[in-house]
């Protein structure tokens, strides 16, 4: 069973600050994407990471794909109220290439 | 429609009833996902869609579950003897094809079995 475990599970932080989460793990994927998630909604795409060792940047978020492609990061800067959502790393895997999330990571900012 | 559509939006039913959820994707995206997901983790898998056949199955917790996709397009997953522990949001998502891109998901069904 492939496993894709997000770290922090849950994170609470102040306006302004910076942060990072994590996802890893022990399979090697073809493309990792990255997804935000708010309350009474299904998951959003924001980005998807093909190359190993890949940045990619969007606004005030960064993504990277690890060198060997079993792992990511996501880092915030400046965090914001409005970046109170759920975030989910998610891969293809299996021999049908369905669509595998991770465990998630619930990020709380306080004004 | 423009995106994808699930119906209804919260269902509450008894323990032991059976329940019908549906999914209406993107117009032309022949790959559909069922997913289930509890409150703040991320979603797990259910069952796919290539056009009207599963592709894969695997997620299916057991045999109370079933899905299907007569033609193609709109899917019903469906529910038999539902029991507390099913209680969760259930997820569609639809895409162009079968491929690493494009997924776009519903608002999802919030399903209580009380």
């Known amino acids: 069973t492939q496993l894709l475990e997000q770290s922090p599970q849950f994170l609470s932080i102040q306006e302004g600050e910076n942060l990072t989460v994590y996802c890893n793990s022990s399979s090697v994927f073809s493309s990792l994407q990255w997804y935000r998630q708010e309350p009474g909604e299904g998951p959003v795409l924001l980005v998807t990471?093909?190359?190993?060792?890949e940045v990619k940047k969007l606004k005030r978020l960064t993504f990277q794909f690890g060198d060997a492609r079993k792992d990511s990061s996501l880092h915030i800067t400046a965090a914001q109220p409005g970046d109170t959502v759920l975030y989910l790393c998610?891969?293809?895997?299996?021999?049908?290439?369905?669509?595998?999330f991770g465990t998630g990571t619930l990020l709380a900012v306080q004004p | 429609g423009a995106g994808v559509s699930q119906t209804p939006s919260n269902k509450v039913t008894e323990k032991g009833k059976y329940v019908e959820l549906r999914c209406d994707p993107i117009?032309?995206?022949?790959?559909l996902y069922w997913y289930r997901q509890s409150l703040g983790q991320g979603p797990e898998f259910l069952i796919y869609?290539?056009?009207?056949?599963?592709?894969?199955d695997s997620g299916l917790p057991n045999d109370r579950f079933f899905a299907v996709r007569p033609e193609g397009s709109v899917s019903t997953l469906k529910i038999q003897r539902t029991e507390r522990g099913d209680s969760a949001v259930y997820l569609c998502a639809s895409s162009p094809d079968s491929g690493n891109y494009g997924y776009t998901f519903g608002s999802g069904t919030r399903l209580s079995v009380v």
């Open positions: 117009s032309g995206h022949t790959a």
């Open positions: 869609f290539q056009g009207t056949g599963a592709a894969d």
């Open positions: 998610a891969a293809n895997g299996g021999a049908t290439n369905k669509l595998i």
């Open positions: 990471v093909v190359t190993g060792g």
